[in-house]
C-alpha cells in the first residue's frame, strides 16, 4: 500500500522558514510528478509547488521567490522549504504523488499544520 507521510510544520513567526518533507512508502517516486498543496480554513485545496520527474517546477504566484520545492529520489522524499512566511501561510499542507496512468489513482498525505503568527 503506497503512503505518504508529510512532517516539519509546526508554528513559526511572520519571516520565518520551516522546510516540509514528504516520504513516500510502498512504491517509487522516480517518474512521478509530485506535489505540495495547502488547505486554510473555509477555502479550497491549492497547489502550491510541484516538480516533475526530471526536475521541472512550478509555483503558485503567492509563492514565488520564498518557496523552493525540491526531491530526492534515492531516499523517495519531496522537500519543500518556505522562507520568509507570512500569515497567509498558515494552511494544512499536503503531499501528493501524481500517478502517471490516472488522477484516481493520486495518492494523498494526511497533511502536516503550517502556522505562521504576525
Known amino acids: 500500500q503506497v503512503q505518504l507521510v508529510e512532517s516539519g510544520g509546526g508554528l513559526v513567526q511572520s519571516g520565518g522558514s520551516l522546510r516540509l518533507s514528504c516520504t513516500v512508502f510502498g512504491t517509487y517516486i522516480n517518474g512521478n510528478t509530485m506535489g505540495w498543496y495547502r488547505q486554510a480554513p473555509g477555502s479550497q485545496r491549492e497547489l502550491v509547488a510541484h516538480?516533475?520527474?526530471?526536475?521541472?517546477?512550478n509555483y503558485a504566484d503567492s509563492v514565488k521567490g520564498r518557496f523552493t520545492i525540491s526531491r530526492d529520489n534515492a531516499k523517495n522524499t519531496v522537500y519543500l522549504q518556505m522562507n520568509s512566511l507570512k500569515p497567509e501561510d498558515t494552511a494544512v499542507y499536503y503531499c501528493?504523488?501524481?500517478?502517471?496512468?490516472?488522477?484516481?489513482?493520486?495518492?494523498w498525505g494526511q497533511g502536516t499544520q503550517v502556522t505562521v503568527s504576525s
Open positions: 516538480i516533475t520527474s526530471g526536475g521541472i517546477t
Open positions: 501528493k504523488r501524481r500517478s502517471t496512468i490516472s488522477t484516481s489513482q493520486d495518492v
